[in-house]
């Protein structure tokens, strides 16, 4: 009987709490692809050069300054190592996959807090003079409410061809004409 009791009473103070609807599960980070390709009117020799994180300085905006780590003196390859700073943010880029002769590129990238990120290049040869490049972007929220800043992020990266096309574009006619920046 006593045990009754103590049982009826212990269901007695979590009737309460049985009855209170259960908090909302947590919000799960999401994770978006986008790609783009375009066309570089260059051999593939010219073109993959534009994609290290060297050679991107070449075309890029001046918010692409890479700081490396490692190696030491800065190469595009394999494993290289390097930050690029995005006005209060710092971000870490490891260079994953540097293969010339596959004509296949990749990054992963981390902002710390917020993100993490792949970017995959490949390279096609349509012609001696022309290349097809294709980029898949990969983010993934590190956190819920790091969601909205990747999408907004992954929105961005669907037009990047353009924007791309046309900074690649002026930095060969640059160099047609004997400019140097």
């Known amino acids: 009987m006593k045990n009754l009791i103590t049982l009826i009473a212990a269901a007695g103070l979590a009737a309460p709490l049985l009855s209170q609807p259960s908090p909302e599960p947590p919000k799960p980070c999401i994770q978006l692809r986008a790609s783009f390709g375009f ?3 260059a051999p593939y020799a010219v073109t993959s050069s534009l994609f290290g994180p060297i050679g991107e300085r070449t075309w890029a905006d001046e918010d692409w300054d890479p700081k490396f780590i490692y190696p030491q003196p800065a190469n595009d390859q394999e494993g290289a190592v390097f930050t690029v700073s ?5 971000t870490v880029w490891v260079n994953t ?3 010339l002769e596959a004509r296949h590129f990749q990054y992963v990238y981390f902002l710390p807090e917020l993100m993490a990120a792949t970017v995959d290049v490949r390279f096609k040869t349509i012609d ?3 290349t097809q490049v294709n980029v898949v972007y990969t983010r993934t929220a590190l956190t819920p409410e790091a969601n909205e800043h990747v999408a907004k992020m992954s929105e961005g990266d669907k037009k990047k061809d353009k924007e791309w096309q046309q900074a690649i574009d002026n930095y060969l006619a640059r160099m047609k004409s004997g400019q140097r920046q």
């Open 86 to 90: 995005h006005g209060t943010h710092s």
């Open 97 to 99: 996959l540097f293969d």
């Open 128 to 130: 001696a003079g022309t």
């Open 39 to 41: 066309i570089v009117h």
